[in-house]
């Protein structure tokens, strides 16, 4: 640690900016909006990927590959999840990494890839969307188990369903971590324990699903518009990376003596998630099939009646209870996750256009209604609709950001680093955020069968094509001058002497709170060192720091702060 031991400058503003409770406790706030510091990265690797991992628990995956099954039968519903889950495994390998590697969430790191500080904003709604979409779906399919097991109308349950989450997302990795940790083997052998029972009474079934068409005018044969189409579902779920990296910001620190923990638990919770995901997906679309005799088509699809069913060959007198337990298990772990990033998104959005900032937690309840009103208004229904629309849109904001880590920064036509601090960015950078809009509305308009059915079928490809072609050609054509506006000159070195982040604290001449030194810059018109959440909120300054022109509040001097080691 570190302490500022004197400072000789006043500001040039009058400072004293204060936050409400919500918004300085650092156990509800987890530093939505900021760099996550060393002290809070207290977790080990394992805590970490096993809390990240327990937000993948949703059920929604069932629904997606039966309804992919059903809507295009076996073979093509089989080579779309794969499909799928390549492009998300290899498009989060580096968002995973960067991630990791530099403490921040998706929006900070979205900053810094190629979009700009107000660039990222449509991003941030973007991720939101994310959230409550699929919170609605989670909460739809928690809400069909309590009518069946409870009897409980589904309008009423979509409110249950609602409300249970509040109180384990209000305190953040606190009381997610332990949740998640400890619910985890439950979960997974209640998961798999239908298929092994299956497999063991009526092992003949899985070579019957080869052949299930469900209501495929090609049958259970290979359709390309159907792989299309059911690929384009299934990559709505790429903006999952987004929840994973939520969590893995708190990974501590990459050391020669943590090396391969560190990196097992990037790549298995970060672009790993998929690997299980995709297992889901393909569980999903054989449940279809092993029930639509029973149930019909029309709920083949429903989690809970693919469990129910599942759990009566092994134990039929307490199979509705037990299939009831474990969607609510299912729903309540992933629904956590999905209402906490949302928040975290939500935070960064208004933050940004309305210069306040009233704590991560109010946000929950923006999302968490939105997901109500989503679920009251029947969104399950139109389950392949709203997810193929949405790919386009996430995929290329998820293919922009990969382009620039993948591409620009190897070439040297980005920065090597990631930077996320408002003083020191551009507000748009044409590379990543020029790229997304193309891109989102070229696929977009061959969704709408601007390019024909195969367009329509392939859309969300198109958008990926496009962002990583469009985002190192617009870098070399801006020669990436859009990337940082202003060097960082605050003196403190941003590396400690082994090579990882600073710890030393400096003192935010504006809020007098200490921050380590990567969340801090150098801030004339405040005339000391400011954080980047009040450099964020400050709307008197204009971006004077990086104006150039004469509009500012005119040279400043600087007095750099003394530090000291504490210890």
Not at 149 to 173: D, E, F, R, T
Not at 523 to 539: D, M, Q, R, V
Request: glycine fraction near 10%; hydrophobic fraction near 45%.
């Amino acid at each position: 640690m570190t302490e500022i031991i004197d400072r000789e400058a006043p500001p040039a503003t009058t400072g004293g900016r204060t936050y409400n409770n919500w918004a300085q406790n650092d156990r509800l706030e987890d530093y939505s909006l900021r760099y996550a510091p060393k002290s809070f990265r207290r977790w080990s690797p394992y805590v970490v990927a096993t809390t990240a991992l327990g937000g993948i628990a949703y059920l929604a995956d069932f629904a997606i590959g039966g309804s992919i099954a059903i809507s295009h039968g076996f073979s093509s519903a089989l080579v779309a999840i794969l499909a799928a889950a390549v492009v998300i495994f290899l498009t989060g390998i580096p968002i995973s990494y960067y991630s990791a590697k530099y403490s921040i969430d998706m929006d900070l790191l979205t900053r810094g890839a190629g979009f700009g500080y107000l660039g990222s904003t449509l991003t941030s709604v973007i991720y939101a969307s994310f959230t409550f979409i699929f919170f609605a779906l989670e909460g739809s399919i928690m809400a069909q188990a309590l009518e069946l097991g409870l009897h409980i109308p589904l309008a009423v349950g979509y409110l249950v369903c609602s409300l249970i989450i509040l109180p384990l997302v209000i305190y953040g990795m606190t009381a997610l971590s332990k949740m998640q940790v400890w619910t985890q083997p439950v979960w997974l052998v209640l998961m798999v324990a239908p298929f092994v029972s299956i497999a063991v009474q009526e092992p003949e079934k899985f070579s019957q699903f080869t052949h299930f068409a469900g209501n495929s005018p090609t049958g259970s044969s290979i359709s390309m518009l159907g792989i299309g189409a059911g690929a384009g579902v299934a990559l709505s779920l790429i903006a999952q990376i987004g929840e994973q990296v939520d969590y893995l910001r708190f990974m501590p620190d990459k050391t020669p003596q943590n090396s391969r923990q560190w990196w097992g638990a990037v790549l298995s919770a970060g672009p790993g998630w998929v690997v299980l995901g995709a297992a889901k997906q393909i569980g999903g679309a054989f449940l279809a099939f092993y029930i639509a005799g029973s149930v019909g088509l029309a709920k083949a699809n429903e989690p809970i009646q693919q469990y129910v069913h599942g759990f009566r060959t092994f134990a039929a007198p307490v199979a509705l209870g037990l299939a009831t337990f474990f969607v609510i298990l299912s729903q309540v772990k992933i629904n956590s996750t999905n209402a906490y990033s949302g928040s975290l998104s939500w935070s960064n959005f208004f933050s940004r256009l309305t210069h306040r900032h009233p704590g991560r937690v109010v946000y929950i309840f923006l999302n968490v209604g939105i997901a109500l009103a989503l679920m009251e208004g029947g969104v399950f229904g139109f389950l392949n609709t709203v997810l193929g629309f949405y790919s386009n849109v996430a995929i290329a904001w998820i293919g922009a950001v990969v382009a620039d880590l993948v591409i620009n920064k190897p070439l040297g036509l980005s920065p090597s680093y990631i930077e996320f601090k408002r003083a020191h960015l551009h507000h748009f950078n044409p590379v990543g955020f020029g790229s997304m809009l193309i891109a989102s509305a070229v696929s977009i308009a061959a969704y709408f069968e601007a390019f024909g059915d195969y367009g329509k079928a392939y859309s969300p490809f198109i958008a990926l094509f496009l962002a990583m072609v469009l985002s190192p050609l617009f870098a070399v054509l801006t020669k990436g001058r859009y990337y940082i506006a202003r060097v960082d000159d605050l003196g403190e070195p941003l590396l400690a002497a082994d090579g990882l982040p600073s710890a030393a604290l400096l003192t935010c001449t504006v809020c007098t709170t200490d921050f380590e030194r990567p969340d801090v810059a150098n801030c004339p018109f405040h005339a000391g060192a400011i954080c980047s959440l009040c450099c964020s909120l400050e709307k008197d300054c204009h971006d004077s720091c990086k104006n150039g022109d004469g509009s500012g509040p005119g040279p400043v001097t600087l007095a750099m702060p003394t530090v000291r080691s504490a210890d």
